[in-house]
């Protein structure tokens, strides 16, 4: 049984930090792709960054302006999401999401398995 768990979220300052991890049981997930997706209110959900099997990274959105980046950890299997200059658009639920796919899409719908989210509020 594949879980995936979040956590790192929070309340944070403008201009402060975050590292949000998803711990993943089940899975390598250097077999897999994993993403991270952002719901803020009143809006659908959106790819932020994932990481595919081998390493290849896609920052969509803001992401790509450096302010958050993705990495992974084999050894722990976890995958980081690290926000930088935190601005209160981050605000919104944190899903981290995998798919075994060989394909790393930007498509929620894509990925069979999900976390249940950690919050991040930015103010």
């Known amino acids: 049984q594949v879980q995936l768990v979040e956590s790192g979220g929070g309340s944070a300052e403008v201009g402060g930090s975050l590292k949000l991890s998803c711990a993943a049981s089940?899975?390598?997930?250097?077999?897999?792709?994993v993403g991270w997706f952002r719901q803020a209110p009143g809006k659908e959900r959106e790819a932020v960054a994932r990481?595919?099997?081998?390493?290849?990274?896609?920052l969509s959105g803001d992401s790509v302006n450096g302010r958050l980046s993705i990495s992974r950890d084999n050894a722990k299997n976890t995958v980081y999401l690290q926000m930088n200059s935190l601005i209160p658009e981050d605000t919104g639920m944190y899903y981290c999401?995998?798919?075994?796919?060989?394909?790393?899409?930007?498509?929620?719908?894509?990925?069979?398995?999900w976390g249940q989210g950690t919050q991040v509020t930015v103010s």
């Open positions: 999401a995998a798919t075994t796919g060989w394909l790393c899409p930007s498509s929620g719908a894509a990925f069979a398995y």
């Open positions: 089940g899975l390598p997930v250097s077999s897999a792709c």
């Open positions: 990481m595919s099997r081998s390493g290849g990274i896609t």
